[in-house]
């Protein structure tokens, strides 16, 4: 379990001049294809969002689990299943937060609210400072994944057709030098997660083609950058969305903040027709809506127990 040792790719994006079509922009997009193509994640080094901007938002995640249980279930939307999710018997260790859309400034205000009436600007300054500058990333990255794959005229579209929730989650220390199970093993469900985390690893990632799993270990300043579901459906299965969990042991708490660039409600995820090939690259998942999807896998026993969820829910085959 996690014994593996295989490093994942480490990719700079801190340059100067990184303008479309320049050598160091096409070297860089073709190693962000390959790593997602082969791995579904790498490690991405990114200056915008400074180790000290880290430090303070850990802080402040640290006064946040701290609320009420009653207080923190207020973080909740039916409607979109974005909210708290606390402790339960497969995951004893782990609770989450979530902000509908950090993009948005009146909902992180309401999200700031629950829990500080009287408002609290240095979380709410915080939490749009980072979620801006990191959004640029995931946009800079999904142009270069499109414009690898040639399809350039769907990145307007492919921009403007997602949001971004954002996520905290902390992971109580088990207090154990045995390893104890901090996140049940899954893919992401939206289209591209960056995630950073607290000086405490524990993410582990399943290999695409030797099924192991793999220790991440990265650096505190760094980020981890992971394909999820609808990605790999819209690239008509070129990019891979790998399966990862969470290990924990010790005695220290793991805190982790994760952007998710999601698929606006109603927005249909169709591989392009240019994408598909009759034999080579036939197609793989039917047309489909990506919040039903998330509820699919949320709500039902199918979607809840499947071992691969996306092919339940749309596989063409």
């Not at 700079?12 to 997009?29: G, L, M, P, V």
């Not at 909740?76 to 018997?89: D, K, T």
């Not at 801006?132 to 990333?137: I, K, M, T, V, W």
């Not at 952007?259 to 409600?265: G, Q």
Request: proline share 4%.
């Amino acid at each position: 379990m996690g014994s593996e040792k295989i490093k994942l790719p480490t990719i700079d994006f801190n340059f100067t001049e990184f303008k479309s079509n320049s050598a160091q922009w096409i070297s860089t997009r073709n190693k962000v294809f390959k790593s997602l193509e082969e791995f579904g994640c790498f490690e991405a080094l990114y200056d915008k969002v400074s180790w000290e901007m880290k430090v303070a938002l850990y802080n402040e995640l640290e006064k946040l689990f701290d609320f009420s249980l009653e207080t923190k279930m207020k973080n909740y939307r039916e409607e979109s299943l974005h909210g708290y999710l606390g402790p339960n018997p497969k995951m004893q260790y782990f609770e989450s937060l979530c902000i509908e859309d950090a993009f948005v400034p009146e909902i992180v205000q309401f999200f700031t609210q629950i829990f500080w009436p009287e408002g609290n600007s240095n979380f709410r300054n915080l939490v749009q400072n980072y979620s801006n500058n990191l959004s640029e990333l995931d946009q800079l990255i999904r142009r270069m994944i499109l414009e690898r794959l040639g399809m350039e005229k769907y990145i307007e579209e492919h921009m403007k057709s997602t949001h971004y929730p954002l996520r905290f989650s902390k992971y109580k220390a088990p207090l154990s030098i045995d390893s104890k199970l901090g996140l049940v093993s899954h893919t992401d469900k939206n289209v591209l997660t960056i995630l950073c985390q607290n000086q405490v690893n524990g993410l582990q990632i399943l290999t695409k083609d030797s099924h192991e799993w793999i220790d991440v270990e990265i650096s505190p300043n760094s980020f981890i950058v992971i394909s999820a579901d609808s990605l790999h459906a819209w690239t008509n299965g070129r990019v891979h969305s790998p399966k990862h969990q969470v290990i924990l042991c010790g005695n220290m708490e793991r805190y982790s903040i994760a952007l998710f660039s999601t698929s606006i409600p109603g927005y249909i995820i169709e591989a392009p027709k240019e994408l598909v090939e009759d034999e080579k690259h036939p197609l793989l998942y039917k047309p489909f809506d990506s919040l039903e999807y998330i509820k699919f896998c949320a709500r039902t026993e199918t979607g809840k127990k499947a071992e691969n969820t996306l092919k339940a829910y749309a596989g063409n085959n």
